[in-house]
């Protein structure tokens, strides 16, 4: 099976911009969800945004207004805007399938359970 491979992240001040992609060939297709997870220091990896197939977007209300979701379908890519990022942004950022329950939806797929991870990039935001 292929990879996902997340990139884009890095240190940031407080209300700045960060644009993180997502190629996750062979394993999210494009008739697939693409879901965008982060993970704080000590705290479980949460759901944050869903993007459809079909460009659907649904978002944590601790995004909603701030990060928008985009994806190239044609080329397996996704894309998650960040802007005025806050320090309890900070976190190492996952894409992958959207699996359980997220703004009213159900979601599950072959990939929830194979416990597969791309190695995630890492979003500072700091003064």
């Known amino acids: 099976q292929g990879q996902i491979v997340e990139s884009g992240g890095g240190l940031v001040q407080p209300g700045g911009s960060l644009r993180l992609s997502c190629t996750a060939s062979?394993?999210?297709?494009?008739?697939?969800?693409m879901g965008w997870y982060r993970q704080a220091p000590g705290k479980r990896r949460e759901l944050v945004a869903v993007?459809?197939?079909?460009?659907?977007?649904d978002y944590a209300d601790s995004v909603k207004g701030r990060f928008t979701l985009s994806r190239d379908n044609a080329n397996n890519t996704g894309y998650l805007q960040m802007n005025d990022l806050k320090p309890e942004d900070t976190a190492v950022y996952y894409c992958?399938?959207?699996?359980?329950?997220?703004?009213?939806?159900?979601?599950?797929?072959?990939?929830?359970?194979?416990?597969?991870w791309g190695q995630g990039t890492q979003v500072t935001v700091s003064s």
């Open positions: 992958n399938a959207p699996c359980g329950y997220f703004s009213g939806r159900v979601y599950d797929s072959p990939a929830c359970a194979s416990g597969y």
């Open positions: 062979g394993r999210i297709n494009r008739l697939q969800a």
């Open positions: 993007i459809s197939s079909g460009g659907r977007t």
